[in-house]
């Protein structure tokens, strides 16, 4: 064999040495690639069964309070995600917003209803115990706002609500004022005039007692003056 052919040879075997060496390399990236990618997408779906969840819990709970609270373990959860993740995948960043703002919305909504049902065309119309409890719904509602607004409200709904709020609580208040006063006015007329009528009531049966005893009187002068005659005329 020629040195010519032996060197073709050898330049074959390396040649395909090498292909099957590239071969292996792509194919072992393609792998790699193809793990990373599954990796990303079970933490993706991880991620997306979290909001779920945490949504859900928030949307099952009655108490005020402790849906504020998940609510604001739903926004830390998204801060953290945020932080601790360079790329962020836009579903998990669209479905942390969207349960965050629809559970601020439920609030927006509820302060909203608390506010329409609570409002009075005419004051004048509405008896003194109802305006009262329309009153202390809405100063707790107003309690409940400002001590939520930088969870919950933007300071455009903020400052609406508060607005409204306060405008109804100082007519009610106003009405509440005035109603004090003229029941405080009507009870002392009634006083008065329950202690007139006790006073006239005193005198007459003062004067009643008095002219029975003038009459007993009188019946026992005629008495002594009857047996008087009889003596004389003895």
């Known amino acids: 064999m020629s040195r010519f052919v032996e060197t073709a040879i050898t330049g074959k075997i390396i040649a395909g040495a090498v292909g099957l060496i590239v ?70 960043v669209l479905n942390y917003q969207n349960a965050i703002q629809e559970g601020k919305n439920y609030f927006v909504r509820h302060t909203q209803a608390i506010i329409k049902s609570n409002q009075v065309k005419d004051v004048n119309k509405v008896n003194k115990k109802d305006l009262q409890k329309k009153l202390g719904t809405l100063n707790q509602e107003m309690s409940f706002v400002n001590a939520h607004r930088h969870v919950i409200y933007s300071n455009k709904n903020y400052r609406l609500f508060n607005s409204e709020i306060l405008s109804m609580v100082k007519t009610y208040n106003k009405k509440l004022g005035s109603t004090e006063v003229a029941d405080k006015d009507k009870n002392n007329k009634d006083h008065k005039n329950a202690s007139s009528s006790s006073v006239v009531a005193s005198s007459s049966s003062a004067q009643t007692a008095q002219s029975s005893q003038v009459l007993k009187v009188k019946q026992q002068l005629r008495k002594i003056q009857t047996q008087h005659k009889d003596i004389k005329a003895v």
């Open 23 to 92: 071969v292996a390399g792509a194919a072992t990236g393609v792998g790699i690639v193809h793990h990373q990618h599954q990796v990303n997408a079970s933490r993706i779906n991880t991620e997306l069964s979290q909001i779920r969840q945490s949504k859900s819990t928030m949307d099952s709970t009655k108490n005020q309070n402790e849906r504020v609270q998940k609510l604001r373990k739903l926004e830390n959860d998204y801060k953290s995600y945020l932080k601790n993740n360079k790329k962020h995948d836009k579903q998990v």
